[in-house]
């Protein structure tokens, strides 16, 4: 069996798309995962499987509708994603405070024009970088306060992408060497 971790955007936020953990963990089960995990209840799940992964994401979406009646945005990240973003942000300083930055986990590699875009707006000291299928953020004040959000970040590039904190990475990656 492998581990997946499925990242589901969206959920739980301002009292949207409300959906308790315990009963995402018993529908998951029903439909034949093993070892259901979450953390926190920001869409944060693993599930080992032999299933690939596109496979894992589309049942776990498909049941999340069937279930809660959500249609919500999932995301499948692996440990070598988790462990890319974790090597490679370049706003991370050792030692340094974390609180500011943040992980966007694109559904593609956004093309150059499109992040040539997203650089062309005025985010008010707020910056970012893009690697790959990642975006690294480093907010000025706060992801609440920022017009650099998952909205225009999808318009400007031209991708999906679903946001977590640095903390919440890190955690991720610790549970999947767990």
């Not at 995990?37 to 080992?48: H, P």
């Not at 992964?53 to 049941?63: D, L, P, R, W, Y």
């Not at 509708?65 to 942000?89: I, Q, R, Y």
Request: with cysteine; hydrophobic share 40%.
């Amino acid at each position: 069996m492998k581990t997946h971790l499925a990242l589901l955007r969206g959920i739980n936020v301002s009292g949207h798309k409300m959906i308790k953990m315990d009963l995402l963990k018993k529908a998951l089960e029903a439909i034949g995962f093993n070892n259901v995990r979450t953390y926190i209840n920001s869409g944060n799940v693993f599930v080992d499987s032999n299933e690939d992964s596109a496979k894992v994401g589309f049942m776990i979406k498909q049941e999340i509708f069937k279930v809660f009646g959500h249609d919500v945005p999932t995301f499948m990240v692996s440990e070598a994603d988790l462990k890319f973003a974790l090597e490679n942000n370049p706003f991370y300083k050792e030692g340094k405070e974390t609180k500011q930055l943040y992980v966007c986990f694109l559904t593609e590699k956004p093309t150059p024009n499109s992040i040539q875009e997203l650089k062309d707006q005025d985010f008010k000291g707020d910056v970012f970088e893009v690697k790959e299928s990642f975006l690294f953020l480093k907010y000025a004040d706060s992801a609440a306060n920022t017009k650099l959000d998952n909205k225009i970040i999808e318009k400007k590039l031209k991708v999906s992408s679903t946001t977590r904190n640095w903390n919440t990475t890190n955690k991720l990656y610790q549970m999947f060497r767990e």
